[in-house]
T-cell receptor, first 114, second 108 residues
Framework: NAGVMQNPRHLVRRRGQEARLRCSPM?????VYWYRQLPEEGLKFMVY????????ESGMPKERFSAEFPKEGPSILRIQQVVRGDSAAYFC????????????FGEGSRLTVL | AQRVTQPEKLLSVFKGAPVELKCNYS??????LFWYVQYSRQRLQLLLR??SRESIKGFTADLNKGETSFHLKKPFAQEEDSAMYYC??????????FGTGTRLKVLA
């Protein structure tokens, strides 16, 4: 089992461009979480998804950010019209169920906005 | 508000010395608390959870509801314990709330 796979590991975008971050959960996991880590800050919850459903997006900025977890394929975190403040590490985690108490993390995607 | 506080960004100890990584939480219900660890060049992984009451790699953590704390302890630090440690709270609404992390450096 390869674990949670995130790509790209590093992404550079200019202001106004779009960023797409992908996350393939562990095999058999249908629960996906996205977290953002800003410099000097902890992991901030963004969104929790199950297959084809957004369960909780209370941590997502209201504009420009969206997430999906289609029936087939990876979960995608999409940031439109990026700004410098979006520069951060974005971590994806998956779990077998919503409350098993263990999240399995990817290695993260580091977004840099120029 | 639900919050996890790790007051120390960096903790340096000598090999063989005791270690205590502090974690305080704010939560109105019955909390479930965890410690996650990130070793150099590795991904974040679960170290231990309070409901298990187990010792992993010599680390233990006791939930103190009176002090709203979940400090991570080890009696004798080893160099391989050097890593980033995150305390996390499961709020029961699918959210795992993480602290800002403490970097532990164990000096030879």
């Amino acid at each position: 089992n390869a674990g949670v796979m995130q790509n790209p590991r590093h992404l550079v975008r200019r202001r106004g461009q779009e960023a797409r971050l992908r996350c393939s959960p562990m095999k058999g996991h249908s629960h996906v979480y996205w977290y953002r880590q800003l410099p000097e800050e902890g992991l901030k919850f963004m969104v929790y998804l199950q297959k084809e459903n957004i369960i909780d997006e209370s941590g997502m900025p209201k504009e420009r950010f969206s997430a999906e977890f289609p029936k087939e394929g990876p979960s995608i975190l999409r940031i439109q019209q990026v700004v410098r403040g979006d520069s951060a590490a974005y971590f994806c985690a998956s779990s077998l169920s919503a409350n098993t108490g263990e999240l399995f993390f990817g290695e993260g995607s580091r977004l840099t906005v120029l | 508000a639900q919050r996890v506080t790790q007051p120390e960004k960096l903790l340096s100890v000598f090999k063989g010395a005791p270690v205590e990584l502090k974690c305080n939480y704010s939560y109105s219900g019955s909390p479930e608390l965890f410690w996650y660890v990130q070793y150099s060049r590795q991904r974040l992984q679960l170290l231990l959870r309070h409901i298990s009451r187990e010792s992993i790699k010599g680390f233990t953590a006791d939930l103190n509801k009176g002090e709203t704390s979940f400090h991570l302890k080890k009696p004798f630090a080893q160099e391989e314990d050097s890593a980033m440690y995150y305390c996390a709270l499961y709020s029961g609404t699918y959210k795992y709330i993480f602290g800002t992390g403490t970097r532990l450096k164990v000096l030879a």
